[in-house]
């Protein structure tokens, strides 16, 4: 796109601090678990994107973006059609960012100087125009992390067969009691082991797994009716409540809103 590149280990040794690649991804276009050289930017201008690392799981809508550390492995999945715009930074270069994963907002101008970063040639003048919004950019990359919609992982492969049994049927009607039988554990083992290895109860953890499918089904394009009925809510109404309880907003203003209230913290 934009006569660029658009393989990625082709931006991981350019001699410039900064490069930016553009790529149009359809539904559900799967990215396996990889690493990168640079810290990188993920950000989808449509739809919204799942990304998957040792630390968990985040779903990153239209309105924010996937800070990832150089060298983290990750995985990403694209809810409904992606229009993905990836920032490369050399660590040399990123000083005053966070050195941990985290989900940043992305302002209107943020949005409009990575949309220009894909266009400027990789091997752009550093003392021209090109090179100043490069800066520019750089400067802009420096917001708080917000609170993400994130799942994290136990590390425990007890557990983590538990939580896989989740994310295959969120919808269902999972009980305390049902996910210590599927563990081989008491209720009791099983809340204070899993609240020691993901700092939620297992009922919480239940929750944030729907909300993270819904999040995906409605990037996707789902009706919020559809939603409600394939997570087990009775009405849309319903649905809504809960959504609005735990991200601060109704499923509609989770994607348009550039920050909010509260997007549910891990």
Known sequence: MYGKSEDRDDYQHVPRPLAAMARDLPDGHHIPPHRHRRHQLLYGTTGAITVTTPHGTWVVPATRAAWLPAGLAHAMTCAGAVALRTLYVDPAAAGHLTAAPAVVPVSPLLRELIDEATRIPVAYDPDGRDGALMRLLLLQLAPEPLPALHLPAPGDAQLDEVCAAVRRDPGARWSTADLAARAHLSPRGLHRRFTAATGMSPA????????????????????????????????????????????????SGYFTASTGPGDGAA
Do not use: C
Request: charged share 10%.
């Open 204 to 251: 919480r953890w239940v929750q944030q797994a729907r909300l993270l499918h819904a999040v995906t089904l409605l990037a996707a394009g789902t009706p919020v009716t559809a939603v409600a009925g394939a997570l087990g809510y009775a009405t849309p109404s319903a649905f809504t409540a809960m959504f609005r309880r735990t991200l601060g907003t109704t499923p």
